[in-house]
């Protein structure tokens, strides 16, 4: 739905993440330089999840809930044929 164009230093990490796991599969396991590429391959996956963005905490999800929640009661009474006084407008939070 909302596709983000991928960063350009995301993607040579990436190719370059490819490249020590091709390096790595040609090595013996005991070897010296098998250990040399397994680190590379741990930092760059460590660059990686550092640069995947954080998702939205459930603290933020709780507060859209109990605006839309706010929102339809206020909606809810105006179609009775109430009239929405100003108090019933505090309980909608306003954004920062």
């Given amino acids: 739905m909302f596709e983000r164009e991928i960063p350009r230093y995301q993607l040579s990490i990436e190719s ?11 090595e013996t396991v005991n ?3 098998y ?3 397994l680190s590379i391959v741990e930092r760059l996956n460590g ?4 640069q995947k963005p954080s998702s939205v905490s459930k603290d933020t999800m709780l507060v859209v809930a109990a605006n839309l929640v706010g ?3 206020v909606i ?9 006084t100003s108090r019933a407008l505090g309980f909608i939070m306003r954004p920062r």
């Fill in 16 to 26: 370059e993440l490819e490249r020590a796991l091709i390096n790595l599969k040609t």
């Fill in 71 to 73: 929102i339809i009661l």
């Fill in 31 to 33: 070897s010296e330089e």
């Fill in 35 to 37: 250990l040399k590429a």
């Fill in 47 to 50: 660059m990686l999840d550092k």
């Fill in 76 to 84: 809810s009474h105006e179609q009775v044929g109430n009239a929405v």
